[in-house]
């Protein structure tokens, strides 16, 4: 079945959605390792000790040495998709490079709306009407890859980040799930920043 590795740098919620989904028959697939940029991260707890690597980017002269180190890591593990669910260090673009085309991050936003960091709150700002979360392959440029599949939520009055966040995250789970099972069947493809079902471009994200 389908190898994933997953990278997290905190709770780990998203990762614990594909270990049950996979625990009750639901996907196909096995999850190889979980790599993360921080040895406390609670993600790490949710496999047994030999799937775990982490390491703490101070013990290392630079990105490039920390990337490398992650790399190898992952790539012991010949993983056939790496997913960053939570993970919240920059990928350098050698990293990028070496494991373009089987790289895909979960993102709190619709986007290409708000890149980065404290998504809820800067939706929340903006005055908007939804907010949501989105799937997309990764490229050097931060939270720009191709989107392969959005979730969306409601923006209700009197919401705060926190509870922005929570509605969010309940439709991460899903989206995540539906994402991989669409990518472990083999029907989506993506070359050049063009993703494709079946053969066919997709112009736009999948709805789910
Ligand atoms: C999720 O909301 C995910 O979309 C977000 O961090 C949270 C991780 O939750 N990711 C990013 O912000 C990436 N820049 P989890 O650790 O419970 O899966």
Redesign the pocket.
Known sequence: SVRIAVL?S??????QAILDAIAHGQLQADVVGVFSDRVDAA?LQRVPAPRRWAASPRDFADRVAFDTALGDALAACTPDWII?????RILGAAFVARFEGRLV????SLLPLYK??N?HARALEAGDAEHG?SVHFVVPEL?AGTVLAQARVPILPGDSPESL?QR??AV?HPLLLASLALLASGRITEQGGQVQLDGHPLFSPLAL
Do not use: K
């Open positions: 997290a905190g709770r780990g919620s998203n990762l993600a960053c669910a939570g993970y919240m991050n979960i993102h709190p980065g960091l998504t979360a939270d966040a969010v995250l991460e």
